[in-house]
């Protein structure tokens, strides 16, 4: 089903047509010419037109071509009685769908309609998947390619990991999807806030529509204009045709900004217009088209500091800051190391046709020891590697250290450094042999020097989180568990 714009200047058969499509299950517009209906069609975006050919002023076959300028993919049926047929079929040439010839029975007309929004839809679908391919084939943030069609997903399966932390994230993820607020992801690079931009529009009602990523830090500030808005045919050297942008395929569904912090001051205050009114120009076109998508958006950056220094507008940052979401790194969420890795070393295995491996005990203790400076990414390519590399079925840790950057295992300094001079906690991390060790004694040194810095500061976790250079809510979460675990004392 869909939404329908009826055009016709007689008001009795512009009813009856609405009735028949509405009684159908779709949902009628209706307009008594041709200038009404590209004003319907500018601010509603209706799934197919069906118009009258006859028509004082504008007639179909003008209105017509005026819809292919706008969107050359809009179905348009035209109605024409027996003496206009050859008009008719020449419209056909101009990109007509089809016509019916009146007298025609409300099952002729419910079935043009049907097969005109589907062979849309289809092609729709095929353009996103086609403007994806090039990003497909160099997944980023941990998982998938750049745009999905519309179609069940994986909602919050695509969140590995139950560490405090992660809880925190699905919890967050769950809130923002059922809203049709935008939303802004913040997180490191590497830590998977596309993934978790996919999990928000796989749980929300716009599950059904198109979700399509662009990445904002991989284009001039000129290619980015074209990328979102689309641009007509001349618009510049090389517009050979018309080309839709990123917002009109994601019509109805998602568009992720992926790196937000990074587009231009001119390229900011274009997307402003687009949150605020709903409304766009492709470049070298006058004409406002309307648009209905939920706008995502990512940045490794801090924006408020952006906005301070003056290179990211204040009113953007506030449209965009809507419904907040925080990625954080995998340092912070170290339980989660293990489901990651045998998650990925799964995915590898199905995907180059090799049988199942698995993790040995001292090469999880590896990992889970590890600081992750790339985060999940990182973790992902050393375990596409181990997969690859491997000669058994057992992935060791002599085969996963090389890649593992910082100290090599042995006697090494962990120095935690707060804002306060005075405030340190050095301890020493034992050695590779005593690996079964090395996780217990570097949670140790954390906790006590997380317990010091909370007695310095009289309790006080704003004051604490602050010198300790962590998230309230990551040092929150860390007491929690260790209160939980029955390490820390009731008064913490």
């Not at 750049?146 to 969140?159: H, K, N, S, V």
């Not at 802004?184 to 599950?207: D, F």
């Not at 205050?269 to 409304?279: G, H, I, P, T, W």
Request: charged share 25%.
């Amino acid at each position: 089903m869909g939404n329908v714009l009826v055009v016709d200047d007689k008001e009795m058969l512009r009813d009856s047509v609405g009735v028949t499509l509405q009684r159908a299950g779709h949902t009628v517009l209706a307009a008594p010419g041709g200038e009404a209906a590209l004003e319907v069609i500018a601010r509603k975006r209706p799934d197919a037109v069906v118009t009258d050919l006859k028509m004082p002023g504008m007639t179909g076959l003008e209105l017509l071509e005026r819809v292919k300028e706008i969107d050359e993919d809009l179905p348009v049926v035209l109605m024409t009685a027996f003496g206009t047929i050859e008009t008719a079929v020449q419209a056909m040439t101009v990109g007509a769908y089809t016509y019916l010839t009146k007298p025609f029975k409300g099952d002729e007309l419910v079935i043009a309609v049907k097969r005109a929004i589907e062979h849309a839809r289809l092609k729709r679908e095929n353009e996103i998947l086609r403007r994806s391919a090039p990003e497909a084939s160099a997944p980023r943030e941990g998982d998938g390619a750049a745009a999905i069609a519309p179609g069940p997903g994986e909602g919050l399966g695509r969140l590995v990991g139950d560490s405090p932390a992660m809880l925190d994230v699905k919890e967050q993820v769950e809130a923002v999807a059922r809203s049709q607020g935008t939303v802004l992801i913040q997180g490191e690079s590497g830590v998977g806030k596309e993934v978790v931009a996919r999990a928000v529009h796989e749980l929300s009602p716009r599950s059904g529509g198109a979700f399509m990523a662009l990445n904002c830090a991989a284009l001039s500030s000129t290619l980015l204009e074209s990328e979102l808005f689309g641009h007509e045919k001349g618009a510049f050297t090389g517009a050979e045709k018309l080309r839709k942008g990123r917002f009109e395929l994601a019509h109805g569904g998602t568009l992720l900004l992926d790196e937000i912090s990074e587009i231009s001051p001119q390229i900011q205050a274009k997307l402003l217009r687009v949150l605020q009114e709903r409304v766009f120009e492709r470049v070298g076109s006058s004409v406002s088209i309307g648009v209905d998508v939920r706008v995502l958006a990512t940045t490794n950056r801090d924006l408020t500091r952006s906005v301070e220094s003056g290179e990211f507008r204040q009113d953007l940052y506030f449209r965009l800051n809507v419904l907040p979401v925080s990625m954080p790194p995998l340092r912070e969420r170290s339980e989660d190391v293990q489901a990651l890795a045998e998650h990925f070393v799964q995915k590898v295995c199905a995907r180059e046709g090799l049988p199942e491996k698995k993790i040995a005990d001292s090469a999880v203790q590896l990992l889970r020891t590890y600081q992750w400076p790339g985060n999940v990414r990182e973790l992902q390519n050393i375990c596409e590697r181990a997969v690859v590399l491997s000669r058994g079925d057992t992935i060791g840790s002599d085969l996963v250290h090389p890649w593992l950057h910082g100290p090599a295992p042995g006697r090494a300094q962990a120095k935690i450094s707060t804002s306060a001079p005075e405030i340190h906690a050095t301890a020493t991390v034992p050695p590779a042999s005593v690996l079964g060790q090395g996780l217990r004694a570097l949670e140790d040194i954390e906790r006590q020097a997380i317990i010091e810095t909370l007695e310095r500061f009289n309790g006080h976790r704003q004051k604490t989180a602050e010198a300790l250079g962590i998230g309230v809510r990551t040092l929150g979460l860390k007491l929690r568990k260790w209160k939980d675990a029955q390490i820390v004392s009731e008064a913490l």
